[in-house]
């Protein structure tokens, strides 16, 4: 099993910035892929960016444009993400989640809670 817990998320003002961390325990953190999904209310969970084992490897989805950057501390066991110039449609519930390299929620395993993003126009 992983833990995973999410923090960082908060209401931010369109065009701004926040930094979503998420922190791992149990198995060992490099051994998995990570990645971060998001859920808008009555919405389907979505993918946002995901990062290979070794953190060398990095994919997005089409609707990050350049504004968010995805990275990770396998000696401390995080995940991050950075996200720049906020629009209020990435107002969302954004989970981390580990497994493997995809774009797709069936090749993870594990999963956070969540933690709230709120943009305000």
């Known amino acids: 099993q992983v833990q995973l817990g999410e923090t960082g998320g908060g209401l931010v003002q369109a065009g701004g910035s926040l930094r979503l961390s998420c922190t791992a325990s149990?198995?060992?953190?490099?051994?998995?892929?990570m990645a971060w999904f998001r859920q808008a209310s009555g919405k389907e969970r979505e993918f946002v960016a995901a990062i290979s084992l070794s953190g060398l490897s990095t994919i997005y989805a089409d609707f990050v444009q350049g504004r968010f950057t995805i990275s990770r501390d396998n000696t401390k066991n995080t995940v991050n993400l950075q996200m720049n110039s906020l629009k209020p449609e990435d107002t969302a519930l954004y989970y981390c989640?580990?497994?493997?390299?995809?774009?797709?929620?069936?090749?993870?395993?594990?999963w956070g809670q969540g933690t709230q993003v709120t943009v305000s126009s």
């Open positions: 989640a580990a497994g493997q390299f995809a774009r797709t929620l069936k090749y993870y395993d594990f």
């Open positions: 149990g198995r060992t953190f490099s051994n998995y892929a």
